[in-house]
């Protein structure tokens, strides 16, 4: 009787403590990310050590854009046309990223949000994390990039 009471304090702690994003974090999406890991349906993880690419998202209000974007050793980006239409949608107390393309459309849950992490669960139920990434300036001797 006493584990099964501190089984549901317990799960009702951790259902209470769920991060609520409101419309003002949005905005906290722009800018650059990579993943850092993705964790797999049943539990399993992939770490991703130093990525290449990152996602650059530029997002007003409820519509934007996702990039990839590649950084380069003098802590620029280089970036393609191809790019993806986003849009967040509030459904509830949960949080969509819509993404479309000329061929194909696309949702995640957006799970937590912060300055400097986000998780998103897409249809196959993996948990993507991304991290805030800046520029990685390796030419210039430490200078700041712009």
């Given at each position: ?10 799960s ?10 409101k419309?003002?974090?949005i ?19 992939k ?6 690419n990152?996602?650059?998202f ?37 949080v ?37 990434a800046g ?12």
């Amino acid at each position: 009787m006493k584990n099964t009471f501190m089984i549901l304090v317990l799960s009702l702690l951790f259902v209470g403590c769920k991060q609520e994003i409101k419309p003002a974090d949005i905005a906290k999406l722009n800018g650059y990310w990579e993943i850092e890991k993705v964790v797999f349906d049943k539990g399993e993880e992939k770490a991703y050590g130093m990525n290449e690419n990152f996602d650059f998202f530029t997002i007003k209000g409820t519509k934007g854009k996702r990039t990839k974007v590649m950084a380069q050793l003098d802590g620029t980006f280089l970036t393609t046309d191809t790019y993806e239409d986003v849009s967040v949608r509030f459904a509830g107390e949960k949080v969509y990223l819509d993404y479309k393309t000329d061929y194909a459309k696309w949702s995640e849950e957006l799970i937590t949000l912060s300055d400097d992490k986000f998780v998103v669960k897409n249809a196959e139920n993996k948990e993507y994390h991304y991290k805030k990434a800046g520029p990685v300036n390796i030419l210039n001797n430490g200078k700041e990039t712009k």
